[in-house]
């Protein structure tokens, strides 16, 4: 990784995916940076109502509206006219490529962060990366283009920001193992016979992060953990056997780096993520933040407990993923958002999630070393698949119903 920021008094920022959780935060660390940070671009793909206010706010020199339909049916009359509005992927390819642009924060939710991450990478850019999906889909060819192309790859997610800043305290040829902190999400002392009756709206209620609804019900199904996992295998080019998990409910201790002389740096914070945004946009320096402070006056208690993987299935899935690699990534990636989609639309039930992920994983033809055409041509077979088998049980589903009747 480079370590020098630009020298420029201020730096233009790009928000892939500026109407969401991350990208607000961003704005937030934006405007608190008292002219440190421009928005130079802002994109948006169905909330294109608060993208105009957006643009009214900040003149950005872009916004991009990714989804083509909408933006032609949308009433642009208010935009600023300082502001150029872009369409489509090419747009947001263009603003994460532009010669102006210093900062490119990945905040798209989603396989369909894919294309605007690349095309920084490419172009060399800073990617202030929240878009995990990126490299649990193309972790291999993310990171080889990042060396190839001098681009800086840093962590926006607390976990892996978090071993980032510890292992600004130590040397990362000393690290013996990084141990990533999972909250254990809103379900994490319930039974595996309370699982199968949670709603989407249980499953949505988050116990200390306020996020959007699919990286939610990934915590809540600890998938998250399981694409962390393979995040943090690319990140920080670690072998999978010294990546742990550890379940620590208070969100505070954000994870921890243990060296090769048993010695663990930690690293904690408020669950808040505009401290692990502005550092990925300020490094190597830091400066204030408008994030929450910890206060150590208040008593508190830090708990920690191993993962339940026979509950929560999904956690194995990381590691196995990790490591057979290939086009394992990007299929586990797929049936995961599709099926949780069809969770949030009530139509299969929480535990089903695995179930999908585990089966695209068994039945698809496994590659070793795709490229990337290769691997969006998988999603797409992935996402097709996954309806058809989701559809097919719940048709037998009906079926065995109507013969018990
Ligand atoms: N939220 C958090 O605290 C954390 C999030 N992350 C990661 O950051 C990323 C964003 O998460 P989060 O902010 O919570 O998600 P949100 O759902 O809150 O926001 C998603 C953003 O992506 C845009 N978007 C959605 N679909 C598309 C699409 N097909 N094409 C282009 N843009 C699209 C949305 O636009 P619109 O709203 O206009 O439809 C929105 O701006 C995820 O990868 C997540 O795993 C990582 C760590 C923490
Ligand atoms: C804020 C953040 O980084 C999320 O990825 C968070 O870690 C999710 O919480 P879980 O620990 O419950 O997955
Ligand atoms: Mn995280």
């Avoid at 947001?92 to 991450?117: F, M, N, P, W």
């Avoid at 990533?180 to 009756?197: E, M």
């Avoid at 995040?231 to 742990?244: G, H, P, T």
């Avoid at 090769?260 to 692990?276: E, K």
Wanted: charged letters at 20%; aromatic letters at 6%; a negative charge.
């Amino acid at each position: 990784m480079r370590s020098s920021s630009s020298s420029k008094s201020s730096q233009n920022v790009v928000v892939l995916g500026a109407t969401g959780s991350i990208g607000c935060s961003t704005l937030d660390v934006i405007r608190a940076s008292k002219g440190a940070f421009t928005p130079f671009a802002l994109t948006a793909h169905g909330r294109l109502d608060d993208l105009l206010k957006a643009a009214i706010k900040y003149q950005p020199k872009y916004i991009v509206a990714s989804d083509d339909a909408a933006a032609q049916a949308f009433d642009w009359s208010q935009l600023p006219p300082e502001t150029t509005l872009l369409t489509g992927t090419a747009g947001l390819q263009e603003v994460a490529a532009h010669s102006e642009a210093d900062i490119i924060v990945s905040a798209i939710v989603g396989r369909a962060g894919l294309e605007g991450t690349f095309a920084a990478i490419a172009a060399g850019k800073r990617v202030a990366l929240a878009n995990k999906e990126t490299l649990v889909v193309a972790g291999h060819l993310a990171t080889k283009l990042a060396q190839e192309s001098g681009a800086e790859i840093l962590p926006v997610d607390s976990e892996h920001s978090a071993i980032f800043q510890a292992l600004m305290a130590g040397s990362e040829t000393d690290v013996r193992k990084v141990i990533l902190t999972a909250s254990g999400g809103p379900f994490r002392k319930f039974t595996q016979q309370q699982l199968l009756k949670v709603t989407a709206d249980e499953a949505l209620d988050h116990p200390t992060w306020k996020m959007g609804p699919k990286i939610t019900v990934d915590s809540a199904t600890m998938m998250n953990k399981a694409l962390e996992l393979i995040e943090a295998k690319w990140l920080f080019n670690l072998k999978v056997d010294q990546i742990d998990v550890v379940v620590h409910p208070q969100s505070i201790i954000h994870s921890i780096v243990e060296f090769v002389d048993g010695s663990m740096v930690a690293q904690m914070s408020p669950p808040d993520m505009r401290m692990p945004i502005q550092l990925a946009m300020t490094y190597p320096e830091r400066t204030e933040c408008p994030a929450r402070k910890l206060d150590l006056t208040t008593a508190f208690s830090l708990e920690f407990e191993p993962p339940d993987y026979e509950r929560f299935p999904a956690l194995k899935l990381g590691k196995e993923v990790a490591e057979r690699g290939g086009t394992c990534g990007a299929v586990l990636n797929a049936a995961n958002e599709v099926a949780v989609q069809q969770f949030l639309e009530g139509k299969i039930r929480f535990v089903d999630i695995y179930r999908v992920c585990r089966h695209l994983l068994d039945e698809h033809p496994f590659e070793s070393n795709p490229e990337l055409t290769r691997l969006l041509e998988l999603d797409a077979w992935a996402r097709e698949e996954s309806i058809k088998w989701i559809t097919c049980c719940l048709r037998q589903a009906k079926d065995q119903a109507c013969s018990n009747t």
